[in-house]
């Protein structure tokens, strides 16, 4: 069970390249979400998605957008590359609460994109 | 979601009990603790939550004052491989987003 899946796991871009994060789970989760971390700091919310054909925008979507075509994956694309999107990107997914008496939002996370732009 | 806050870092010794506090003072009634933490250079893993009962699993316990106002993750024998950034998040009943403050980094001793 490969659980939450990010390719590629390093990449360097030069100054408005374009580039696609793709996140695959294999849990049949509902949601997903991409976050990013700049060093020192605590994740952010990219864009995040409730279920196939979905997207949503979380505390940081600017210069970034998303697509769930499938259930299973969720890309994260850039398409004018920026110094200040130099981080490290995380893909999670959860599933849906079955219940509204039961709050769950357990979340697992892929182990990262490491993306550089000069 | 209401605000937490957690000390910046501790430090505890091997297979001692390491206690990470966390205030949530303006908690609603609604609003779950949760508890993830990360491990150098991997991504978030998820501990345990709870909502105002006292809650254990194989990985943490987890206690709640009564008032909810503060809660406490515990680790009951502490190894090498908990040094790690915890995180506590106040998450409402329904909602997906989670947000991640600062933490508390954790380091744990020979």
């Known amino acids: 069970n490969a659980g939450v899946t990010q390719t590629p796991k390093f990449r360097v871009l030069k100054t408005g390249q374009s580039m696609t994060l793709l996140c695959a789970q294999d849990m049949n989760h509902e949601y997903m979400y991409w976050y990013r971390q700049d060093p020192g700091m605590g994740l952010r919310l990219i864009h995040y998605?409730?279920?196939?054909?979905?997207?949503a925008k979380g505390e940081v979507p600017d210069g970034y957008n998303v697509s769930r075509l499938k259930k299973q994956n969720f890309l994260l694309g850039l398409e004018s590359a920026a110094p200040s999107q130099t981080s490290v990107y995380f893909c999670?997914?959860?599933?849906?609460?079955?219940?509204?008496?039961?709050?769950?939002?357990?979340?697992?996370f892929g182990a990262g994109t490491r993306l550089s732009v000069l | 979601d209401a605000k937490t806050t957690q000390p910046p870092s501790m430090d505890c010794a091997e297979g001692r009990a390491a206690n990470l506090p966390c205030n949530h003072s303006?908690?609603?009634?609604?609003?779950?603790v949760y508890w993830y933490r990360q491990i150098h250079s991997q991504g978030p893993q998820y501990i345990i939550h709870?909502?105002?009962n006292n809650e254990t699993n194989e990985m943490a316990s987890l206690i709640i004052t009564e008032d909810r106002k503060s809660s406490t993750l515990i680790l009951p024998h502490a190894t090498l491989r908990d040094t790690a950034v915890y995180y506590c998040i106040v998450l409402r009943k329904g909602a997906q987003k989670l947000v991640f403050g600062q933490g508390t980094r954790l380091t744990i001793n020979p």
């Open positions: 999670a997914s959860s599933e849906q609460s079955g219940s509204m008496t039961l709050a769950k939002n357990i979340q697992y």
């Open positions: 998605s409730v279920g196939e054909g979905t997207t």
């Open positions: 303006t908690i609603s009634g609604n609003e779950y």
């Open positions: 709870g909502l105002k």
